[in-house]
C-alpha cells in the first residue's frame, strides 16, 4: 500500500474541511509548496492535491501554484477539483501531473472520461465522493441518484483503473476510515482502490494494509499530529 499525504488547497492554503463543509474550514499551512516539500522529506512516495476552489467553481483556480509545487518536488502529484474538460486534464499531464482525477465529470461527461483514458490511460483516476452510498459531485455539493458500487462497474467497463473512494461523512472527522464500504466497492470492482476519509491513526492504516488495498490519503490525521506520516510510510513498505 502507498500513503498519499493530502494537500487541499483554497484561497492558495492548505487547509481541512470538516465532512467536506466549506464553511468548516481550517487552514493548516499558507504554504503550499513548503509543504508538499515537507512531505518528501519524510520519504512520501505520492501527494494527493485537491483544488478545492476549483471543484466548487467548476474550473481550475489553484492551477500556477500546483506546478509550482510539480517543480520543486521529485514525487508524483496526483491533482482533482474543478477538472471539467479535456485542454485541462491535457495540461495537467504536459506540465508534470502524473495521475489526473476526475470526480464531477465522470458523472456528468462521459465523453470527457473515454477521450482522457484513451489519451491517457493509466494516468487518469477517477474520484468517488459518496454520502449514504450515493455518488456526490461539484464539490460535494450536489447528490447524484448514482450508487457508488454500480458507478464504479460502470466506470471499470470503461477503463478506469484506478478509483479514489471516499465516505464524504467521515471526512475530516478522524472518526476512523469506513472499511465496510472499502470492501464492499474492492469485492465488486476489481481495481486500484485508494482510501479517503476519516483515517485518524497507524491503526487504520494498518488496517487498510490487511485489507491489500492500493492507496490511503491522509490529511487531518497528519496536521493534527495523530498520525506519524513516516511511521505510517514505513507501516505501508512493511506490507507490500
Given at each position: 500500500m502507498i500513503i498519499l499525504p493530502a494537500i487541499d488547497i483554497r484561497g492558495g492554503k492548505a487547509v481541512r474541511l470538516y465532512k467536506g463543509d466549506y464553511d468548516k474550514e481550517e487552514v493548516v499551512d499558507s504554504d503550499v509548496v513548503k509543504r508538499a516539500k515537507e512531505f518528501e522529506t519524510l520519504g512520501a512516495e505520492y501527494i494527493h492535491i485537491v483544488d478545492l476552489d476549483g471543484a466548487k467553481e467548476g474550473?481550475?483556480?489553484?492551477?500556477?501554484?500546483?506546478?509550482?509545487?510539480?517543480?520543486?518536488?521529485?514525487?508524483?502529484?496526483e491533482i482533482g477539483g474543478g477538472i471539467r474538460n479535456f485542454e485541462t486534464v491535457k495540461e495537467y499531464v504536459e506540465n508534470g501531473v502524473e495521475r489526473v482525477i476526475l470526480g464531477t465529470a465522470a458523472?456528468?461527461?462521459?465523453?470527457?472520461?473515454?477521450?482522457?483514458?484513451?489519451?491517457?490511460?493509466?494516468?487518469?483516476a477517477v474520484g468517488i465522493d459518496a454520502k449514504n452510498n450515493m455518488v456526490c459531485g461539484s464539490g460535494w455539493l450536489e447528490t447524484s441518484e448514482r450508487e457508488y458500487?454500480?458507478?464504479?462497474?460502470?466506470?471499470?467497463?470503461?477503463?478506469?483503473?484506478?478509483?479514489?473512494?471516499?465516505?464524504?461523512?467521515?471526512?475530516?472527522?478522524?472518526?476512523?476510515?469506513?472499511i465496510e464500504m472499502l470492501k464492499?466497492?474492492?469485492?465488486?470492482?476489481t481495481?486500484?482502490?485508494?482510501?479517503?476519509?476519516?483515517?485518524?491513526d497507524i491503526q487504520d492504516i494498518n488496517a487498510l494494509?490487511?485489507?491489500?488495498?492500493?492507496?490511503?490519503?491522509?490529511?487531518?490525521?497528519?496536521?493534527?499530529?495523530?498520525?506519524?506520516?513516516?511511521?505510517a510510510i514505513e507501516a505501508s513498505k512493511k506490507g507490500r
Open positions: 474550473k481550475t483556480v489553484n492551477k500556477e501554484l500546483i506546478f509550482e509545487v510539480i517543480k520543486n518536488v521529485n514525487v508524483p502529484i458523472i456528468s461527461n462521459k465523453e470527457l472520461l473515454e477521450k482522457s483514458l484513451q489519451a491517457y490511460g493509466d494516468k487518469i458500487i454500480e458507478f464504479g462497474k460502470e466506470l471499470y467497463a470503461m477503463g478506469v483503473r484506478t478509483f479514489i473512494v471516499t465516505d464524504i461523512s467521515k471526512d475530516g472527522t478522524l472518526n476512523g476510515v469506513n464492499k466497492f474492492k469485492e465488486e470492482v481495481s486500484n482502490v485508494i482510501a479517503s476519509g476519516g483515517i485518524r494494509i490487511k485489507m491489500n488495498i492500493y492507496g490511503a490519503i491522509t490529511g487531518k490525521a497528519i496536521y493534527s499530529g495523530k498520525l506519524d506520516l513516516k511511521e
